[in-house]
């Protein structure tokens, strides 16, 4: 069973960055994967994917400011975000595209106004 383990997540006001990081227990390099936002009363929804390519897909509500990256080598899965805002507030995760069975705890991003 992949397991998946989200960090990097916590609170930051508005207009700030952090940068997540998502250790996956198997290769991933064949894999496209993408990083999954849950907000507060929503359902999980993709906000970035890259194909095992290195191509690079985004939400609209997130493009120009999250970058995401993939250390294949490591096994390892980034989120970069800046220009923070209220509305990227939620839970995390990282999983494949389409998602293995099993999810990561996710990390938690709170942006305060």
């Known amino acids: 069973q992949v397991q998946l383990v989200e960090s990097g997540g916590g609170l930051v006001q508005a207009g700030g960055s952090l940068r997540l990081s998502c250790a996956a227990s198997?290769?991933?390099?064949?894999?496209?994967m993408a990083w999954y936002r849950q907000a507060p009363g929503k359902q999980r929804e993709v906000v970035a994917q890259?194909?095992?390519?290195?191509?690079?897909n985004y939400d609209d509500s997130v493009k120009g400011r999250f970058t995401i990256s993939r250390d294949n080598a490591k096994r390892t899965l980034y989120l970069q975000m800046s220009s923070l805002n209220t509305e990227d507030t939620g839970v995390y995760y990282c999983?494949?595209?389409?998602?293995?069975?099993?999810w990561g705890q996710g990390t938690q991003v709170t942006v305060s106004s």
């Open positions: 198997v290769s991933f390099s064949f894999k496209t």
């Open positions: 890259i194909f095992s390519s290195g191509i690079t």
């Open positions: 999983n494949s595209a389409p998602p293995y069975p099993s």
